[in-house]
C-alpha cells in the first residue's frame, strides 16, 4: 500500500512498542505494532541491551527508518522501560519524534520507586546511571489516569486518552504476545 493512501485513511496511528523475556542475555528482541482503530498497520522490531541506555534511541530509530514514520502520531509502551532497566527518555522521544507518549501499567505508578531501583541498579553493578536517572525525571511531566484497570502516563488530555487507550492496550498487548512468541516460541503472560 502507498504511503500517501495510509495516509488519507482517518483515525489516529498507534506505535506499540514491548520487548521480549531477557533472561540469561545480552540483548532484547524489541516489536512495535502500528495499529489505528483497532487494525494492524504494520510490525516492526528491533533489539536493546538488557539493562542499557539505547531504548530511546533503539526506538527512534525503528520509527524513522520506517514508511510509518510521518503517520504514526503515539507511541505506547508497558512502562517506562525496556528489556529491564533499559529507561525511555520521553522528552527525547517527543523532541525527536514529534509523537505523544502513552506508558501503560497494571499497577498504580508509585513515585519514587523506578528512581530507587535505578540507584540500586547502578550501586550493585559500579555503573553510572545518571542516564536513567534523567529519563526518569522526565517522566513527572506526564499526566496520571486510571481507566478500566489501568493506569495511563501520557502527555495526552484526559479525553484523548480515554478515547485511545482501549486501541493502545490491544497494540501494546499484541506487540508484547509477538515479542515473547518469536523470542521464546510461544506467548504467553500479559502485559
Not at 27 to 42: D, N, T
Not at 161 to 174: G, H, N, S, V
Request: glycine letters at 8%; hydrophobic letters at 40%; charged letters at 30%.
Amino acid at each position: 500500500m502507498k504511503a500517501d493512501a495510509v495516509e488519507s485513511k482517518k483515525g489516529i496511528r498507534i506505535l506499540a512498542v514491548a520487548s521480549g523475556p531477557i533472561e540469561k542475555r545480552k540483548r532484547a528482541l524489541v516489536i512495535g505494532v502500528v495499529e489505528r482503530e483497532r487494525i494492524v498497520e504494520g510490525i516492526l522490531s528491533c533489539s536493546v541491551e538488557v539493562d542499557g541506555d539505547d531504548a530511546t534511541r533503539s526506538m527512534g530509530d525503528m520509527l524513522s527508518s520506517s514508511k510509518f514514520r510521518e503517520l504514526v502520531k503515539i507511541i505506547a509502551l508497558d512502562g517506562a522501560a525496556l528489556a529491564g532497566l533499559n529507561i525511555v527518555n520521553v522528552e527525547e522521544l517527543k523532541r525527536r519524534l514529534g509523537v505523544h507518549l502513552m506508558l501503560i501499567t497494571r499497577h498504580k505508578p508509585r513515585k519514587g520507586r523506578l528512581e530507587r531501583a535505578i540507584k540500586k541498579f547502578g550501586k550493585a553493578n559500579g555503573l553510572d546511571v545518571s542516564q536513567k536517572l534523567v529519563a526518569c525525571g522526565n517522566l513527572k511531566s506526564l499526566n496520571t489516569f486510571h481507566e478500566e484497570g489501568i493506569y495511563i502516563m501520557t502527555d495526552l488530555e484526559e479525553s484523548s486518552t480515554r478515547r485511545l487507550a482501549p486501541t493502545a492496550f490491544e497494540a501494546l498487548r499484541l506487540a508484547h504476545l509477538i515479542a515473547r512468541g518469536i523470542a521464546t516460541g510461544e506467548s504467553k503472560g500479559r502485559i
